[in-house]
Nanobody, 129 residues
Framework: QVQLVESGGGLVQAGGSLRLSCVGS????????LGWFRQAQGKEREFVAA????????YYADSVKGRFTISRDNSKNTVYLQMNSLKEEDTAVYYC??????????????????????WGQGTPVTVSS
């Protein structure tokens, strides 16, 4: 059973930066697709970014492309989300998610929250004007 714990959320002014971390346990980290999702108050959970098990393969939502960067350190069982140029609309609870690697997945699979088996508890991010 994989367990995920996020950290790094907080309050930041628009234009600022935050780095979220998610530490995993209970599995061989390198075998997993790792994703970040977010859920704003009153809205559905949405895809933010994913890092596949294939080195260097990443996917981003259009709304964060060029501003957010997902990366992973398998030696530390950690996935990161570097968030720059934050906007008020980035305010949400951010969740880390994982699923065993899926060689035949396409972009439409990676962005689907229902595809992921393991979830962290979430870390809140508030961007103020």
């Amino acid at each position: 059973q994989v367990q995920l714990v996020e950290s790094g959320g907080g309050l930041v002014q628009a234009g600022g930066s935050l780095r979220l971390s998610c530490v995993g346990s209970g599995g061989t980290f390198s075998w997993y697709v790792l994703g970040w999702f977010r859920q704003a108050q009153g809205k559905e959970r949405e895809f933010v970014a994913a890092n596949t098990w294939t080195a260097g393969s990443t996917y981003y939502a259009d709304s964060v492309k060029g501003r957010f960067t997902i990366s992973r350190d398998n030696s530390k069982n950690t996935v990161y989300l570097q968030m720059n140029s934050l906007k008020e609309e980035d305010t949400a609870v951010y969740y880390c998610a994982a699923v065993l690697r899926q060689p035949d997945w396409t972009y439409s699979d990676y962005v689907g929250s229902h595809r992921y088996d393991y979830w962290g508890q979430g870390t809140p991010v508030t961007v103020s004007s």
